[in-house]
């Protein structure tokens, strides 16, 4: 089939332009005098589009879809090859989604905020959408005439060029109802103002998870949490599969992990079904306009894995946006390492230069057994069991990081005339006032704790063998411009490598001094 390049710049494609591929017509769409028609029930036609994208493809190509009246369900499958290619070189990647008559763009810039009807990336092969239900990853409602659009999304080429085929087909009938979505609800009984255990990131079936939302709500309450956040990539669709599986000891929040070629971001807590788009790069410089739109959603900026290995994973977008960054995804590796040196130096930044601080915190990313859901897990002093105040704890950064709910711990220091500050606040005392740093500790068999500062660590320990007890240590704010504390295992090569061990347990600092 003919192809046809969209020039121009638009936020949706920004300096990589796309490509527009020639509409899909069918037979029963119009009839013999232009006028639109439709089909009978049981009645379905197909068509098949083939082509191939050569090395450096747009990053969506988009596939327009003439659908006429009478149209019931439109289901799509798609395939590509996967030639061999020299060693350290990607192969062909492709993913797919599609948005309904509304189109992926309005007025030439933003997509209609209810017009993507679902993603699935690279997860599936095929999908249906019927105003009845549709399937995992895709918005279930009416078919209605118009122009749709396929949207392939290459994400790594082959130097042989991806060769694809998609077919869609319309099946004719009653369109049927759609059900009202149900969400969960914003708030749960909870303990009043208390300590709540939770992790933010999370994929069922709906994106490329093989979880149900059941199976994950149960791991959630196995581990010991308080609340989950349930963030497919690209896709809203799981925000309206938990009926039933919150209660009065679980808060399901609704977001998403905006997945884009640059990185990937965890939209936390925003409103349910709220689209935020995802087709830019960080060379468009357009991230500030979707982390306004992550905000009027109701969500927090969270940056995610910022060093992930995999293609795209790492974050290139800055900073600036973030509400919160996580710096631990899933166990402790060489990447959430460099996570935590960066966010370090991000906090010594703040004191040097007197600006905004960015909380850390961690999440599981968990997609399949035997990755454990809430390993980590961030612990939130919240005013109640809510979405807006588990978000105003995480932007407030009263909060700490744990592999589990078997470990505790209290982090706080004292000074001055009864002064007293928790992580994430400050003790206001002068420069050379002594104040004392306190950590108490339970369930960290085997570890040290360390106090890291602005100059670095200044104060090892390790725990008693039962893993419970207290470390302290006494500076002063001319010292230290912060504390925080970090619980490390015993380091896998018995310190062989100057690394540390992996860590157990940390939390957010806590400032020293007058401002």
Request: charged share 20%.
């Amino acid at each position: 089939m003919r192809r046809r390049e969209v020039l121009g710049l638009s936020a949706i494609a920004g300096a990589t332009g796309v490509l527009t591929l020639d509409t899909v017509t069918f037979a029963r769409a119009a009839d013999g005098n232009g006028r639109a028609g439709s089909g009978r029930d049981g009645d379905e036609e197909t068509r098949t589009v083939t082509g191939h994208l050569p090395t450096g493809a747009p990053d969506f190509v988009y596939l327009p879809v003439e659908v006429g009246h009478g149209v019931r369900e439109i289901a799509v499958s798609y395939s590509y090859d996967k030639p061999r290619v020299p060693l350290g070189t990607p192969g062909n990647a492709c993913d797919i989604g599609i948005f309904d008559e509304r189109g992926p763009v309005s007025g030439g810039h933003a997509p209609h905020i209810r017009s993507c009807r679902g993603w699935s990336g690279g997860a599936r092969t095929e999908f249906a959408i019927s105003a009845a239900e549709a399937t995992p990853g895709y918005l279930a409602g009416p078919v209605k005439p118009g122009t749709w659009h396929v949207v392939l999304g290459p994400y790594t080429v082959a130097p042989q060029g991806l060769d694809y085929s998609v077919r869609i087909t319309l099946r004719y009938g009653d369109p049927g109802r759609t059900p009202k979505p149900v969400y969960p609800p914003e708030r749960a009984r909870g303990r009043g103002r208390a300590w709540y255990r939770g992790d933010c990131h999370l994929h069922s079936v709906h994106s490329d998870g093989k979880r149900t939302p059941a199976e994950i709500a149960a791991a959630a309450r196995t581990a010991g949490l308080d609340f989950i956040t349930t963030t497919e990539h690209n896709t809203t669709s799981s925000h309206r599969a938990w009926e039933g599986l919150w209660g009065d000891d679980l808060l399901i929040m609704t977001g998403e992990e905006i997945t884009t070629r640059n990185g990937h971001l965890v939209a936390l807590g925003s409103r349910p079904g709220a689209f935020i788009d995802w087709r830019y790069r960080a060379r468009d410089d357009v991230f500030a306009h979707y982390a306004r739109r992550i905000r009027q959603a109701g969500g927090l900026v969270v940056p995610a894995h910022p060093y992930g290995n995999c293609v795209g994973c790492n974050w290139k977008f800055g900073y600036e946006e973030a509400d919160a960054i996580e710096v631990w995804n899933s166990d402790w590796t060489p990447d959430d390492e460099m996570s935590l040196n960066l966010w370090d130096g991000m906090l010594v930044a703040s004191v040097r230069d007197d600006r905004r601080w960015i909380p850390a915190m961690g999440n599981s990313d968990a997609h399949r057994e035997p990755q454990p859901v809430g390993l980590p897990q961030t612990v939130v002093l919240a005013d109640d069991l809510s979405r807006q105040a588990i978000q105003d704890g995480i932007r407030a950064g009263r909060s700490w990081i744990a592999e589990s709910s078997k470990t505790g711990l209290s982090f706080a220091a004292t000074g001055g005339r009864g002064g007293h500050a928790g992580i994430g606040e400050r003790l206001s005392v002068p420069p050379d006032t002594e104040v004392t740093v306190a950590l108490e500790v339970s369930g960290a068999p085997g570890c040290t704790v360390r106090f890291i500062t602005d100059q670095g660590e200044l104060h090892a320990e390790p725990l008693p063998p039962s893993g419970s007890g207290t470390v302290s240590w006494r500076t002063t704010a001319s010292y230290a411009a912060y504390a925080r504390a970090e619980i490390r295992h015993p380091a896998a090569d018995g310190g062989a490598s100057g690394l540390p061990g992996a860590m157990a347990a940390m939390t957010n600092p806590v400032f020293l001094g007058e401002r």
